[in-house]
Every structure is written in structure tokens, then in C-alpha cells.
């Protein structure tokens, strides 16, 4: 299916398209938001992946114009991933207490 070259990424009408993932990964979306939020999550999934690669794009023209960044920030970063897939294997293995959403545990306080 060809998208027209005048649409941005966040332009023009919805298209229907066919992608195939896990069933288990299609449970996990409908548990959260139900099957008619469904194309919505994947779009904003999509839009999620699309600035994760745009920033990767940047860090890498960064890093060749100045370097890597010290062991010290690197260090600190990997913490910071540690840490949020630790909350995310937390949210699999401890489901939100009755009436409490899954996003109440990460509030900043």
C-alpha cells in the first residue's frame, strides 16, 4: 500500500494495513486497552519506535562529532534501563492492586 509523498507521519486518513505479531503480544494490548483501542496503541507504539530511531540517528552523528560519552554517563544510563525494565518485569509478575491503575506505582511523587 503506497502512502502519498504530501503526508507526514502524523497526516492524512487512516489505512488499513495487515501486520502479524505473537498472539500473546495481541493479548497483552487487548488486556490493556480493549480491542477498539487496539489500532490506536499500535499507532502510538509506531510513532514511539519512529522517535527512538530518529533519536538514535542523532546520537550517532553526536558521538561521531564528539565522541562517546564517558564510562561515567554510560554507567548511569545503563542504571536508568535497569531500573524501568525492572518496573516493567514487576508490572507482568504484579498485576495493579483492585481499582489502582497500572501507571499509579510510577507516578512521580
Known amino acids: 500500500m503506497d ?3 504530501e503526508y507526514g507521519p502524523d ?3 487512516a489505512q488499513k494495513v495487515s501486520v502479524s505479531m505473537p498472539a500473546g503480544r495481541i493479548a497483552a494490548v487487548k488486556a490493556r ?3 477498539r483501542g487496539f489500532s490506536a ?4 507504539a509506531v510513532e514511539r519506535q519512529i522517535q527512538r530511531d530518529l533519536l538514535e540517528e542523532l546520537l550517532q552523528a553526536k558521538e561521531a562529532e564528539i565522541g562517546p560519552p564517558n ?3 554510560q554507567d548511569w544510563a545503563a542504571g536508568i534501563f535497569r531500573e524501568a525494565e525492572g518496573l ?3 508490572e507482568r509478575v504484579e498485576p495493579p492492586a483492585e481499582g489502582e491503575s497500572r501507571w499509579d506505582a510510577h507516578k512521580a511523587s
Open 33 to 35: 486497552v480493549g480491542a
Open 88 to 90: 516493567s518485569l514487576q
Open 41 to 44: 496503541y499500535i499507532s502510538a
Open 71 to 73: 564510562q561515567e554517563i
Open 11 to 13: 497526516e492524512g486518513p
Open 3 to 5: 502512502t502519498p509523498a
